[in-house]
Protein backbone atom coordinates (compact mmCIF):
# COMPACT_ATOMS: atom_id res chain seq x y z
CA UNK A 1 0.00 0.00 0.00
CA UNK A 2 1.57 2.86 -1.07
CA UNK A 3 2.09 6.68 0.78
CA UNK A 4 2.97 9.17 -1.50
CA UNK A 5 4.79 12.33 -0.05
CA UNK A 6 1.55 14.08 -0.90
CA UNK A 7 -0.53 12.32 0.83
CA UNK A 8 1.51 12.64 3.94
CA UNK A 9 1.76 16.22 3.23
CA UNK A 10 -1.95 16.42 3.12
CA UNK A 11 -2.53 14.42 6.55
CA UNK A 12 -0.54 17.24 8.39
CA UNK A 13 -2.19 19.56 7.44
CA UNK A 14 -5.59 17.68 8.34
CA UNK A 15 -4.15 17.05 12.23
CA UNK A 16 -3.48 21.01 12.42
CA UNK A 17 -6.96 21.46 11.53
CA UNK A 18 -8.37 19.15 14.15
CA UNK A 19 -5.80 21.40 16.81
CA UNK A 20 -7.85 24.12 15.34
CA UNK A 21 -11.16 22.43 15.80
CA UNK A 22 -9.86 22.13 19.78
CA UNK A 23 -8.65 17.83 19.54
CA UNK A 24 -5.92 17.91 22.24
CA UNK A 25 -4.78 14.11 22.54
CA UNK A 26 -1.74 13.78 21.20
CA UNK A 27 -1.67 10.65 20.75
CA UNK A 28 -5.06 10.31 18.62
CA UNK A 29 -3.47 13.37 16.47
CA UNK A 30 -0.07 10.68 16.36
CA UNK A 31 -2.24 8.31 15.05
CA UNK A 32 -4.30 10.48 12.69
CA UNK A 33 -0.92 11.45 11.12
CA UNK A 34 0.40 8.12 10.21
CA UNK A 35 -2.73 6.05 9.18
CA UNK A 36 -3.36 6.54 5.64
CA UNK A 37 -6.69 6.99 5.54
CA UNK A 38 -6.90 7.16 1.58
CA UNK A 39 -5.79 3.69 1.84
CA UNK A 40 -9.46 2.95 2.73
CA UNK A 41 -11.13 4.82 0.35
CA UNK A 42 -11.40 4.89 -3.32
CA UNK A 43 -7.65 6.01 -5.52
CA UNK A 44 -9.73 8.39 -7.31
CA UNK A 45 -10.46 10.08 -4.18
CA UNK A 46 -7.56 11.32 -3.08
CA UNK A 47 -8.37 14.89 -2.66
CA UNK A 48 -10.79 13.89 -0.60
CA UNK A 49 -9.13 11.06 1.84
CA UNK A 50 -7.64 14.71 3.85
CA UNK A 51 -10.81 16.68 3.84
CA UNK A 52 -12.45 16.79 7.12
CA UNK A 53 -15.43 15.38 6.04
CA UNK A 54 -17.19 12.11 5.69
CA UNK A 55 -17.20 10.14 2.73
CA UNK A 56 -19.26 7.24 0.94
CA UNK A 57 -17.96 3.99 0.68
CA UNK A 58 -19.69 0.53 -0.67
CA UNK A 59 -23.01 -0.82 0.74
CA UNK A 60 -24.98 2.70 1.65
CA UNK A 61 -22.27 3.43 4.60
CA UNK A 62 -19.48 6.36 5.07
CA UNK A 63 -16.34 7.06 6.51
CA UNK A 64 -16.59 8.98 8.90
CA UNK A 65 -15.01 12.49 9.36
CA UNK A 66 -11.55 12.79 10.46
CA UNK A 67 -13.25 14.90 13.17
CA UNK A 68 -15.63 12.96 14.25
CA UNK A 69 -13.43 9.89 14.74
CA UNK A 70 -10.66 11.83 16.72
CA UNK A 71 -13.38 12.86 18.93
CA UNK A 72 -14.86 9.04 19.91
CA UNK A 73 -11.19 7.83 20.07
CA UNK A 74 -10.21 10.65 22.42
CA UNK A 75 -13.26 10.25 24.67
CA UNK A 76 -12.52 6.90 24.90
CA UNK A 77 -9.20 7.35 26.62
CA UNK A 78 -7.35 4.55 24.65
CA UNK A 79 -3.86 3.38 26.44
CA UNK A 80 -1.43 0.43 25.15
CA UNK A 81 -3.01 -2.96 25.18
CA UNK A 82 -6.39 -1.92 26.34
CA UNK A 83 -9.12 -4.28 25.05
CA UNK A 84 -11.74 -1.92 22.76
CA UNK A 85 -14.59 -3.22 20.94
CA UNK A 86 -15.60 -1.43 18.31
CA UNK A 87 -19.54 -1.82 16.46
CA UNK A 88 -19.47 -0.89 13.07
CA UNK A 89 -16.32 -1.72 11.20
CA UNK A 90 -17.25 -0.04 8.10
CA UNK A 91 -14.08 0.85 6.04
CA UNK A 92 -11.85 -0.30 9.01
CA UNK A 93 -10.15 3.14 9.33
CA UNK A 94 -11.33 3.99 13.11
CA UNK A 95 -10.11 0.50 13.87
CA UNK A 96 -6.86 1.18 12.13
CA UNK A 97 -6.24 4.22 14.30
CA UNK A 98 -7.43 2.21 17.82
CA UNK A 99 -4.35 -0.13 16.46
CA UNK A 100 -1.80 2.36 15.30
CA UNK A 101 -2.41 3.51 19.20
CA UNK A 102 -1.57 0.10 20.45
CA UNK A 103 -5.26 -1.19 21.67
CA UNK A 104 -6.07 -4.54 21.24
CA UNK A 105 -9.38 -4.42 18.59
CA UNK A 106 -12.29 -6.28 18.40
CA UNK A 107 -14.23 -5.25 15.61
CA UNK A 108 -17.71 -6.25 14.11
CA UNK A 109 -19.56 -5.65 11.12
CA UNK A 110 -22.99 -6.20 9.82
CA UNK A 111 -22.33 -5.60 6.01
CA UNK A 112 -20.12 -8.66 4.73
CA UNK A 113 -18.96 -6.86 1.99
CA UNK A 114 -17.67 -3.91 4.29
CA UNK A 115 -16.36 -6.95 6.62
CA UNK A 116 -14.24 -8.86 4.12
CA UNK A 117 -12.76 -5.70 2.66
CA UNK A 118 -11.77 -3.88 6.25
CA UNK A 119 -9.73 -7.17 6.82
CA UNK A 120 -7.80 -7.01 3.71
CA UNK A 121 -6.91 -3.28 4.18
CA UNK A 122 -5.52 -3.66 7.54
CA UNK A 123 -3.61 -6.84 6.93
CA UNK A 124 -2.26 -4.78 3.75
CA UNK A 125 -1.69 -2.16 6.16
CA UNK A 126 0.20 -4.04 8.76
CA UNK A 127 -2.50 -3.53 11.56
CA UNK A 128 -4.09 -6.56 13.77
CA UNK A 129 -7.27 -6.87 14.67
CA UNK A 130 -10.00 -9.36 15.53
CA UNK A 131 -12.69 -9.12 12.49
CA UNK A 132 -16.56 -10.43 13.64
CA UNK A 133 -19.09 -10.67 10.98
CA UNK A 134 -22.25 -10.11 13.27
CA UNK A 135 -24.88 -8.16 14.89
CA UNK A 136 -23.22 -5.02 16.91
CA UNK A 137 -25.97 -5.21 19.62
CA UNK A 138 -24.82 -8.36 20.30
CA UNK A 139 -21.51 -7.67 21.35
CA UNK A 140 -18.52 -9.89 22.05
CA UNK A 141 -19.51 -11.26 25.61
CA UNK A 142 -16.54 -14.38 25.40
CA UNK A 143 -14.03 -11.36 24.55
CA UNK A 144 -14.96 -9.12 27.26
CA UNK A 145 -14.87 -7.45 29.57
CA UNK A 146 -13.56 -4.32 27.64
CA UNK A 147 -11.87 -1.59 28.50
CA UNK A 148 -13.60 0.57 25.86
CA UNK A 149 -16.65 0.02 23.66
CA UNK A 150 -16.68 2.57 20.46
CA UNK A 151 -19.57 2.64 18.68
CA UNK A 152 -19.95 4.09 14.66
CA UNK A 153 -23.43 4.20 14.13
CA UNK A 154 -26.28 5.97 15.91
CA UNK A 155 -28.81 4.51 18.59
CA UNK A 156 -31.81 5.40 20.22
CA UNK A 157 -30.65 4.48 23.50
CA UNK A 158 -27.42 2.74 25.15
CA UNK A 159 -27.67 -1.17 24.33
CA UNK A 160 -27.61 -2.65 27.71
CA UNK A 161 -25.55 -5.95 26.49
CA UNK A 162 -22.71 -3.90 25.42
CA UNK A 163 -23.18 -1.77 28.43
CA UNK A 164 -22.92 -5.40 30.40
CA UNK A 165 -19.70 -5.85 28.93
CA UNK A 166 -17.99 -2.70 29.85
CA UNK A 167 -15.14 -3.50 32.81
CA UNK A 168 -15.26 -1.41 35.73
CA UNK A 169 -14.10 1.62 34.76
CA UNK A 170 -14.83 1.33 30.91
CA UNK A 171 -16.06 3.79 28.97
CA UNK A 172 -18.14 3.30 25.83
CA UNK A 173 -18.81 6.17 23.54
CA UNK A 174 -22.14 6.24 21.11
CA UNK A 175 -24.30 8.64 19.06
CA UNK A 176 -27.65 8.55 20.36
CA UNK A 177 -30.74 10.58 19.23
CA UNK A 178 -32.97 10.39 15.71
CA UNK A 179 -31.78 9.51 12.40
CA UNK A 180 -31.04 13.84 11.87
CA UNK A 181 -29.05 14.66 14.99
CA UNK A 182 -27.64 12.33 17.81
CA UNK A 183 -25.76 13.47 20.44
CA UNK A 184 -22.31 12.06 21.80
CA UNK A 185 -22.43 10.58 24.41
CA UNK A 186 -20.11 8.89 27.09
CA UNK A 187 -21.10 6.03 29.14
CA UNK A 188 -18.49 4.94 32.13
CA UNK A 189 -19.52 1.97 34.42
CA UNK A 190 -18.18 3.15 37.47
CA UNK A 191 -19.71 0.15 39.62
CA UNK A 192 -21.63 -2.93 38.67
CA UNK A 193 -24.91 -1.80 37.77
CA UNK A 194 -23.86 2.22 37.91
CA UNK A 195 -22.77 4.34 34.70
CA UNK A 196 -22.63 7.95 34.61
CA UNK A 197 -23.58 9.38 31.20
CA UNK A 198 -21.82 12.84 29.63
CA UNK A 199 -22.73 14.15 26.24
CA UNK A 200 -20.48 15.90 24.07
CA UNK A 201 -21.40 17.55 21.50
CA UNK A 202 -23.84 17.01 17.74
CA UNK A 203 -23.07 14.34 15.22
CA UNK A 204 -24.70 12.83 12.09
CA UNK A 205 -24.53 8.92 11.61
CA UNK A 206 -25.97 6.04 9.61
CA UNK A 207 -27.88 4.37 11.92
CA UNK A 208 -27.33 1.29 14.29
CA UNK A 209 -29.54 -1.98 12.86
CA UNK A 210 -29.72 -5.09 14.10
CA UNK A 211 -28.95 -8.31 12.26
CA UNK A 212 -26.67 -8.60 9.38
CA UNK A 213 -26.35 -8.50 5.54
CA UNK A 214 -24.27 -11.23 3.78
CA UNK A 215 -24.60 -9.79 0.07
Not at 190 to 203: A, C, L, Q
Amino acid sequence: MTDSFEARGKRKKLVDELRRKGITDEEVLRAINTVPRHAFMDPAFLNHAYADKAFPISSGQTISQPYTVAVQTSLLQVRKRDKILEIGTGSGYQAAILAEMGAKVYTIERFRELHLKAQHTLSLLGYSATFFFGDGYEGQPQYGPFDGIIVTAAAAEVPEKLMRQLKIGGRLVIPLGSATSQTMTLVVRTEENKFDYSSHGYFIFVPMIKGIVKS
